[in-house]
């Protein structure tokens, strides 16, 4: 399935996150942090201003950014689980 979001919105791929701490202790995942890193997969084509003039997007398909905790809406298309926010949302790119 293609999936494009509309206007000023990103669909991001969540990073795994580590299984062990820097001392070596395993952590479950019952105790894991959900990653705020993740990885764009899709973007759309950029908010309009008041005067109606599209504003490309600063992000782009392959970007690794981070982002909030408590960001975006977890969606699943063709079994994979995804993220849609808006591109302020995003805290920035991480190169």
Not at 51 to 78: C, H, N, R
Request: hydrophobic share 35%.
């Amino acid at each position: 399935m293609k999936f494009r979001p509309l206007h000023d919105r990103v669909l991001v791929q969540r990073m795994e996150s580590e299984d062990k701490t820097a001392g070596g202790i395993i952590i479950p995942d019952t105790a894991k942090e959900k990653p705020m890193e993740g990885k764009i997969i899709a973007v759309g084509s950029g908010a309009r201003d008041e005067q109606g003039k599209v504003q490309p997007l600063d992000v782009k398909e392959g970007d690794a950014v981070l982002f909030g905790k408590w960001s975006g809406t977890e969606v699943k298309i063709d079994g994979q689980d995804y993220l849609i926010m808006k591109e302020s949302d995003i805290m920035g790119i991480i190169s």
